[in-house]
Antibody
């Protein structure tokens, strides 16, 4: 069974940092591009970042560029999102997504990040 | 950035009746490979989104055939043949043509 399990969320003060992880199983991880998509409480979906299968191509939403860093470790079947200089508007449920927008799209349940003083 | 606009934002339906959701993009989603880069997702209450339609009209694995995606260029429609109880939730269109990937605002389908 294909599974994506996010972890690392929590409560952090403005200006703080967090590292999210996504553990993948049930498929060949390095066959797929991966993404992070977030959903603020009661709001819609916002794409955050993409990384291609080997990490050579990376993109970010303007809202997180320069503050967030996406990475992957194919040997560990894991995706990461290093978040720094966090702001209140970064408060959201963060989903790890395989193959976003394409035939193989699968979403994890997400991990909650709350930025509050 | 490509702006995705859905309508309606709220869709009250009667079980067994058909339903349609429109999605318009601010730029054409038709790639030179002749595929439209438009996906539809459903987020059921309390769950993560799951894929219904990709490349404009291709039904994802396991998706019932009562769901149909159509359209090309900038105008797309998701049609549900006969709405069932399990179809309740928020529907999102999304363009994976170019970054930043963008979603529509979401359409909440609920029973009258």
């Amino acid at each position: 069974e294909v599974q994506l399990v996010e972890s690392g969320g929590g409560v952090v003060r403005p200006g703080g940092s967090l590292r999210l992880s996504c553990a993948a199983s049930g498929f060949t991880f390095d066959d797929y591009d991966m993404s992070w998509v977030r959903q603020a409480p009661g709001k819609g979906l916002e794409w955050v970042s993409n990384i291609n299968w080997n990490g050579a191509t990376i993109d970010y939403a303007d809202s997180v560029k320069g503050r967030f860093t996406i990475s992957r470790d194919n040997a560990k079947n894991s995706l990461y999102l290093q978040m720094s200089s966090l702001r209140g508007e970064d408060t959201a449920l963060y989903h790890c997504v395989r193959d976003l927008g394409d035939e193989g799209a699968v979403w994890g349940k997400g991990t909650t990040v709350t930025v509050s003083s | 950035d490509i702006v995705m606009t859905q309508s309606p934002l709220s869709l009250p339906v009667i079980p067994g009746e058909p339903a349609s959701i429109s999605c318009r993009s601010s730029q054409s989603l038709l790639h030179s490979n002749r595929y439209n880069y438009l996906s539809w997702y459903l987020q059921k209450p309390g769950q993560s989104p799951h894929l219904l339609i990709y490349l404009g009209s291709h039904r994802a694995s396991g998706v019932p055939d009562r769901f149909t995606g159509s359209g090309s260029g900038t105008d797309f429609t998701l049609h549900i043949n006969r709405v069932e109880a399990e179809d309740v939730g928020v529907y999102y269109c999304m363009q994976p043509l170019q970054t930043p990937y963008t979603f529509g605002q979401g359409t909440k389908l609920e029973f009258k």
